[in-house]
């Protein structure tokens, strides 16, 4: 098993930036492709970001492309989402979620490891 806890949410303007950083312990990190997922009151819980294994690949929705990074680092066990120029409907609570497949799916219902959830709220 995968221990997940995000951090790094909070409150910020609209077209500013936060970061978000999901540590992970237990089994071997690099086991796992990682993904952030988002859901907002009475939504379905919504895929943001994805990287495989080795971080060399990535995968965005085109509602976040272009503003949304997802970035790891194995050697210290953490997947970081950099968000900028966010929105009012980026406002969420955020996920992180590990799965051993190769590649990360956008269908939440893949991922086997759930962090707790961070909430960020972009005012407008």
């Known amino acids: 098993q995968v221990q997940l806890v995000e951090s790094g949410g909070g409150v910020v303007q609209a077209g500013g930036s936060l970061s978000l950083s999901c540590a992970a312990s237990?089994?071997?990190?690099?086991?796992?492709?990682m993904g952030w997922f988002r859901q907002a009151p009475g939504k379905e819980r919504e895929f943001v970001a994805g990287?495989?294994?080795?971080?060399?690949?990535?995968n965005y929705p085109d509602s976040v492309k272009g503003r949304f990074t997802i970035s790891r680092d194995n050697a210290k066990n953490t997947v970081s989402l950099q968000m900028n120029s966010l929105k009012p409907e980026d406002t969420a609570v955020y996920y992180c979620?590990?799965?051993?497949?190769?590649?990360?799916?956008?269908?939440?219902?893949?991922?086997?490891?759930w962090g707790q959830g961070t909430q960020v709220t972009v005012s407008s």
């Open positions: 979620a590990a799965d051993e497949s190769r590649w990360p799916a956008s269908d939440f219902e893949v991922y086997d490891y």
């Open positions: 990287i495989t294994r080795s971080g060399s690949s990535t």
């Open positions: 237990g089994r071997t990190f690099s086991r796992y492709a």
